[in-house]
DNA sequence: CTGTTAGCGCGTTCAC
DNA sequence: GTGAACGCGCTAACAG
């Protein structure tokens, strides 16, 4: 089959190359009847305009690159959820990457995108990212970029993100008000600001409680699971185990729960945990785990938006958005009446 | 910043820009030399190649697509793990679509992709999809594509799945071997073989042991959660309640507990419940969801690999691949094992 | 209102 | 071994 392009109009319909583009560019110069005849032989041959070409001459490339540290997971795929549907009402294809938590590949993707592949970028930073320069690189193409959840710490730039610090707060508050006096924070890995701020929360809980802060309750984690599961078995195995745990991410919720097992405490009974979870269905299975749940379609909507606006109006300054943390609680029928959340 | 391109280049070396492509192409032509001081100006200047000039001259997009029902799933969030592993490989970007399981979205996604946007698609089908013309469209334009898991029924096309039939029996077969003698079957929704082929074998092995087929015990489920909700309510109402359940999807599972509690019926020991699940979480936290696991991230990985190949050489008939389904036992250990399963 | 011309940046002839 | 010239398909500027 051949490839039906502009030429192949213009030949056939006696009228010259630039008219038949305009015509389907819907263009004001040009006469009702004359788009009528190329809009109906374009359908007839299906004609398709060729991006590339269309691309290398606007310089706009209707992508956007979506940059993630994983994608099993249910904060990330909702999150992409929400990104594609405002991507779709603006005729924009979406490019997935994948850093799996590593800063080199990271770097690397962002190297990628520095070539005008894509006119914008929504990213979440992999949890061993510490240092911003490959950000830099993008900002200095003008390559308009938001931040969300995980985000950057330059105070120059849009980001989409819950308040750590309160969420981090209420989860350590309701182990509190659930009578725990002793409880351990698993701590985010890496050196982003999430992690900081949410057992800045923690200790800040503690505080108003008049709860002594125990380093050693602190769990440093990293991305190493087995790593986490061994350090949070010895945390429960220690004579004075905790009695409440706030995990700052669902996979080391998970890892306690299989520590748990391991040692035949019950949760709740034994220790209580809460956590960050996305986790749909987490509650469903197991009402125990009271969940700090992330509007993650709605994160994805809005940095998506905010992102479109960047694109739209060229010049406009660094935006800012804080959305809400919900905090289901055991047994709260919450989960069911959510839907995209 | 101003753009680097092949012509600042070729400027500042007193060369030509032809000269300065072969080069960075790494052309036979082109002197050692000249090669060593080219890529250092590049290197120097950080040059990035226009893609869409390149894409434009050479009819490669270096760039595939998916087509997925959802992404807030871990079966296929795996999968595009697995996809993307191999994109990588062979230096390949990865563009997203979502159906949302609308035949409607399918279509015009895949009008999108006529116009030489992708090098190649993988694919899985939506539920609500009947008609395949739409890919028939696809493979006029010599588009390779890749089905997997949820795939088109045409044998002319290559595809990646696991033995639903198999999976279908086995996972029956297990509930017959804990005793259930009334065993339902909540059926994939909409018209795909994938449904036919897991129900198929749930009715070849209640025949081989012996269990009458009652068709009432065989729920036709539909995209409204809901709906099925409900259904499942009444199953579960009937005097004559079923002792064991076979859910197709996940989904299915996860409203099979939910009508569960409602009317406080304990699973196992009221009813059986075994479903396919990707959710490596669904075991640890509740063990007495059977699983029949697919191994996701494999069949992203087998089905890209199959893309690629299409991709180098040109003319390659159609090709079939069929993983291994793993059955997950109440209290297997084998989950943990998992790595990206 | 329509057509002509001139690139966008790159890769591939074909001369030299 | 290197360079000049052309074209991939489309759009923008300018003529008419």
Redesign the interface.
């Known amino acids: 089959?051949e490839p039906v392009n502009l030429k192949t109009l213009a030949e056939r319909l006696n009228l010259s190359i630039s008219t038949v583009s305009k015509a389907l560019n819907d263009s004001y110069e040009i006469t009702a009847e004359t788009k009528k005849k190329v809009l109906a032989l374009a359908q007839e041959l299906?004609y398709?305009?060729?991006?590339?070409?269309s691309?290398?001459r606007r310089h706009k490339?209707k992508?956007i690159a979506v940059i993630l540290p994983?994608?099993?997971?249910?904060f990330f795929?909702?999150a992409?959820?929400g990104i594609?549907a405002v991507a779709v009402e603006h005729g924009y294809?979406?490019?997935?990457?994948?850093t799996h938590e590593d800063y080199n590949r990271e770097v690397a993707i962002t190297q990628?995108l520095?070539?005008?592949?894509v006119d914008g970028v929504l990213m979440s930073l992999a949890s061993t990212t510490e240092n911003q320069n490959h950000l830099l690189e993008l900002r200095?193409?003008?390559l308009p970029i938001v931040f969300f959840d995980r985000v950057s710490e330059d105070d120059a730039v849009s980001k989409v993100t819950t308040d750590d610090f309160e969420s981090g707060y209420n989860a350590t508050q309701h182990l509190v008000d659930q009578g725990c006096r002793r409880i351990a924070h698993l701590m985010f890995p890496g050196h982003l600001s999430i992690g900081r701020k949410r057992r800045d929360g923690y200790l800040q809980a503690l505080l108003d409680n008049n709860l002594p802060n125990d380093p050693e309750l602190i769990l440093s984690c990293n991305n190493n699971s087995t790593q986490n599961y061994n350090a949070i078995l010895d945390l429960l195995k220690s004579n004075n185990r905790p009695d409440g745990i706030f995990a700052s991410i669902e996979k080391l919720a998970?890892n306690t729960?299989?520590a748990c097992a391991e040692l035949n405490l019950s949760i709740p009974d034994d220790v209580k945990l809460i956590s960050f979870s996305n986790?749909e269905?987490?509650q469903?299975?197991?009402p125990s785990?009271t969940t700090i749940t992330q509007p993650a379609y709605d994160i994805g909507k809005e940095a998506a938006t905010l992102l479109f606006k960047a694109l739209k109006r060229k010049p406009v300054g660094p935006e800012t958005a804080v959305l809400k943390s919900v905090l289901i609680k055991r047994n709260s029928t919450a989960i069911?009446s959510t839907g995209?959340v």
């Open positions: 089959m299906n398709q305009p060729n991006p590339f070409a691309s290398l490339s992508t994983e994608i099993a997971n249910n795929a909702l992409i959820n594609e294809h979406v490019l997935i990457y994948l990628l520095l070539n005008g592949r200095k193409k003008d998970l729960y299989a986790l269905t987490a469903l299975l197991h785990l069911r995209n």
